[in-house]
């Protein structure tokens, strides 16, 4: 076989192992208030892992993830902790599942690794997480800033649908959109009642 056919097959084969061995299934919840799922959580046992500010930036280079499906993320969690992440393009089915290969990182060597080697930041969001563990999933509660709370939990099909039963919550709680998603749509929605108001003032 020649090299380059070679290569493109070992690709191939990294790729489709990477897919069936590093698959992240997640779902999330609108809720409207984190208390009441902060008490269930910790009644069923639940771990708490990690609590307070999170930074996400976005690296692409010339759209050429985007134009893949791809992300890479470099996630900032607190003063000390990131973790560099790539995620595939989303694939089928009711929860939200995609390829995802992830390991921590020193943040400021790993930002400048990436900027060295032409990956530029072309989005930024930010959340307040509460990461806790369950039956070997990960639920997190997330605060956005004007979009307020959700649940999120990672794990198998089944044990997402049994965790978030148990947690109370229902399909008809279920958010779709992503964080970027609903951060942006918030901004719009309160720059749209900002100009309202100030319309209705200048009339």
Request: a positive charge; aromatic letters at 6%; hydrophobic letters at 35%.
């Amino acid at each position: 076989m020649p090299a380059r056919k070679l290569e493109k097959y070992l690709a191939r084969q990294f790729e489709q192992h990477v897919l069936v061995n590093s698959v992240e299934r997640e779902q999330k919840y609108r809720i409207p208030d984190a208390d009441p799922i902060r008490r269930r959580l910790l009644g069923l046992g639940a771990e708490a892992q990690a609590s307070g500010f999170e930074r996400n930036e976005l690296f692409d280079f010339e759209g050429r993830l985007r134009g893949q499906g791809k992300k890479l993320r470099l996630r900032r969690h607190g003063a000390k902790f990131a973790v560099l992440t790539l995620k595939g393009p989303r694939m089928g089915g009711s929860q939200k599942t995609r390829m995802e290969v992830e390991t921590p990182v020193d943040y400021e060597a790993a930002k400048r690794i990436l900027e060295l080697v032409g990956f530029r930041i072309k989005e930024t969001y930010s959340k307040i997480r509460e990461e806790y563990r369950l039956d070997g999933c990960a639920v997190c509660l997330d605060h956005i800033p004007n979009a307020g709370w959700f649940v999120e939990i990672e794990g198998g099909a089944a044990k997402i649908r049994d965790i978030a039963r148990r947690l109370g919550l229902s399909a008809a709680d279920r958010e779709h959109r992503s964080y970027r998603r609903l951060i942006r749509d918030a901004t719009i929605a309160a720059s749209v009642s900002k100009n309202g108001k100030n319309g209705g003032l200048r009339a």
